[in-house]
Nanobody, 121 residues
Framework: QVQLVESGGGLVQAGGSLRLSCAAS????????MGWYRQSPGKQRDLVAV??????HYADSVKGRFTISRDNAKNTVYLQMNSLKPEDTAVYYC????????????????WGQGTLVTVSS
């Protein structure tokens, strides 16, 4: 099985910073788009940022504050979060599209278990 494991969440004060990491492990032949999503109680899971082979995209609410990046050699995606606000409090989930083996060209959609980010005021 392919697994995504997030880390780096925690409790910070408003205005502080956190860096989230998400490492993919297992059978990975090709890894495509990777992204970060977040979800608060009673709300839908929303896109935070996505990174492709050639571009990045951000939700309007985090533009200028968050930066997504990736290290393809490590199959890892990062989310640098600066100037955090209480509204950023949520469980953050990593997502990746990948092909596990060269014998099967179907893209799989894989999710991590989530990491909690709490921003106090």
């Amino acid at each position: 099985q392919v697994q995504l494991v997030e880390s780096g969440g925690g409790l910070v004060q408003a205005g502080g910073s956190l860096r989230l990491s998400c490492a993919a492990s297992g059978s990975i032949f090709v890894i495509g788009d990777m992204g970060w999503y977040r979800q608060s109680p009673g709300k839908q899971r929303d896109l935070v940022a996505v990174i492709t082979s050639s571009s990045t995209h951000y939700a309007d609410s985090v533009k200028g504050r968050f930066t997504i990046s990736r290290d393809n050699a490590k199959n890892t995606v990062y989310l640098q979060m600066n100037s955090l606000k209480p509204e950023d409090t949520a469980v953050y989930y990593c997502n990746a599209d990948l092909i596990a083996t060269p014998e099967d060209y179907r893209y799989l959609e894989v999710w991590g278990q989530g990491t909690l980010v709490t921003v106090s005021s």
